[in-house]
């Protein structure tokens, strides 16, 4: 699949069935819009579709494969962390384009559809009771952006580590010297690989201020309230990396509460370049994870596996690309 140019928020309202005002009100994450969940989902889901389009549109097979998709997230967990609805539209919409059933799969799936299943893609965070009913399965697996015994699954993943050195590179090449972080933790206890990432960079160059450090969950609401948090300080921040696109949201918003403009007053860079970022005023300068391709690999690699199983599990790392749009601005 390929990126596709610059789709409006008419294109989203007319497949979304909605205004173009409900759009951006939903898109920009407006706390006083009194629509639906389901509403909420068919705008991201538009959103994404448009995102991308393939060049194989037409491309079907004769035989269909069956492939099963495990993912640990609620549609009210999507909806405050866009990044896992886009990885499954796009799962979703290679499947259908390259003639592929795809069927929702879990613990409690039946044995008949887990027969008809030759493979489990995963998403998410995964228990170890997770973990052993998919090695129960005996069916190969596949985990998208996640990283699970590297001696029992195989795995597709960004790397976030690449994708942080470039943001932070950004910004100390705009000129600043004075960085936040606005992020969280995937795991309770564990340091998430972007915030190890920035406090090493900036360590490295006697930059880092732990105080400008902040971290909570990964949501717009999150994002608000830690932007606050920042730029209250006697001393803040001209710059911040945020961790992801939804939290970039809530900085918006709270900056504007706070009479504060971007880039003017406060340059920010998000991470994953959900097609929320563009929309943005200003558009968010961010991190592109390249989640059309990560779907294409991990399906590839699956379907590999399916016809011939692996020797070893192989762990393939994808690299992200800065998109520089107009929330940065270049001092000194």
Not at 158 to 183: P, Q, W, Y
Not at 196 to 210: A, G, M, R, T, W
Request: charged fraction near 25%; glycine fraction near 6%; charge should be negative.
């Amino acid at each position: 699949m390929t990126k596709k140019k610059n789709p409006t928020i008419k294109d989203i309202a007319d497949i979304a069935e909605v205004s173009p005002a409900t759009v951006s009100r939903v898109l920009n994450y407006d706390t006083s819009l009194n629509v639906p969940n389901e509403t909420k989902k068919r705008v991201f889901e538009a959103a994404e579709e448009l995102e991308y389009e393939s060049p194989n549109a037409k491309k079907r097979k004769s035989k269909q494969s069956v492939i099963g998709f495990f993912s640990t997230y609620s549609v009210e967990e999507e909806l405050e962390d866009v990044y896992y609805l886009a990885v499954r539209v796009a799962v979703e919409k290679y499947t259908t384009l390259n003639g592929i059933q795809i069927e929702m799969v879990g613990e409690h799936s039946s044995k008949e559809l887990l027969n008809k299943v030759e493979g489990i893609l995963c998403l998410g965070s995964f228990s170890e009771a997770d973990i052993n009913w998919l090695k129960k399965t005996r069916k190969p697996v596949i985990f998208m952006d996640t990283f699970r015994e590297s001696d029992s699954f195989s795995s597709v993943l960004m790397d976030s580590r690449l994708g942080t050195n470039k943001a932070v590179t950004c910004l100390l090449e705009n000129g600043h010297r004075d960085i936040g972080f606005i992020g969280g933790m995937d795991t309770p206890g564990e340091k998430d690989a972007r915030q190890v990432v920035f406090e090493e960079k900036l360590s490295s160059l006697s930059l880092l201020n732990p105080e400008w450090v902040t971290l909570g969950e990964y949501t717009p609401q999150a994002g608000y309230d830690l932007f606050k948090e920042l730029m209250t300080l006697d001393k803040a921040p001209t710059a911040i990396f945020i961790a992801n696109d939804s939290m970039a949201v809530g900085c918006y918003k709270a900056a504007h509460e706070l009479g504060l403009k971007i880039p003017d007053d406060i340059s920010l860079i998000g991470f994953n370049d959900l097609a929320s970022a563009e929309f943005l005023i200003p558009a968010l300068t961010t991190i592109r994870l390249q989640i059309d391709y990560l779907v294409e690999v991990a399906i590839t690699m699956l379907k590999r596996s399916i016809e011939k199983p692996l020797p070893y599990p192989l762990k393939v790392v994808i690299p992200p690309q800065l998109i520089k749009r107009e929330s940065i601005k270049k001092i000194g």
